[in-house]
């Protein structure tokens, strides 16, 4: 079976995946023709992208709200010391797993309180389009800083923007409503819960490589 690539942040893709698996539900027994989909190695041949590295959170399954998964966020930048895929070296991403370790993981992980605001940072010639949910414009700093560090960059604050709805709590609404889906009701999604998120996971994906890297918790080449 052919393998699909869907690109986006998880707070965003998880509902919409929901949705997809219902309405699949629905036509399943309907005659709508061909979908056409995009394989992981056709995606590759006709999108090249430098060298990126994921970084994962996580909130506490303690934590979690009763009814709502576990909060989660998901950062990305590339890894502009490489070229491309073709030019990085195995040095290059022992040091980038090192950095990780040494500055989101170990026995006290990294973290931040997600939140209702959102904080940006925009460097391309660095490397960075970052989107930080964040609780407020000082916890969105001091992740900007923590992901620039793994490249041993220094913010220019120039790059950064932060901003607030109005009215936050009725905009992003804690509790959403249900609905009715299938004869059954099911809680919506929330849209930028507000909860702490610990990193967990980092990657690597090269071009070329179907698989991404794993950099953290344990670097191996697959």
Known sequence: MKRVVLKGRAEFLKPLITE???????????????????????????????????????????????????????FSFRFVAAKDSTSITKAQVEYLASRIKSLLGGDTPFFFKKGKGMATYTDLEKGYKLQIPCYDRTEGRKVIEQILDVQGHSPDWKFMNFSTNEEPLQRYDDTPPRKLILDEQHRMPRRRPVGTVYFYKAELHLHGMLGPVPLYPVFSLP
């Open 20 to 74: 997809l698996i219902i309405f699949k539900k629905l036509i399943s027994s309907v005659d709508i023709g061909h979908i056409y989909g995009i394989p992981t190695e056709r995606y590759q041949e006709s999108v090249k992208f430098k060298p990126q590295v994921n970084l994962f959170f996580k909130q506490k399954k303690e934590d979690a709200t009763p009814e709502f998964a576990p909060i989660e966020s998901e």
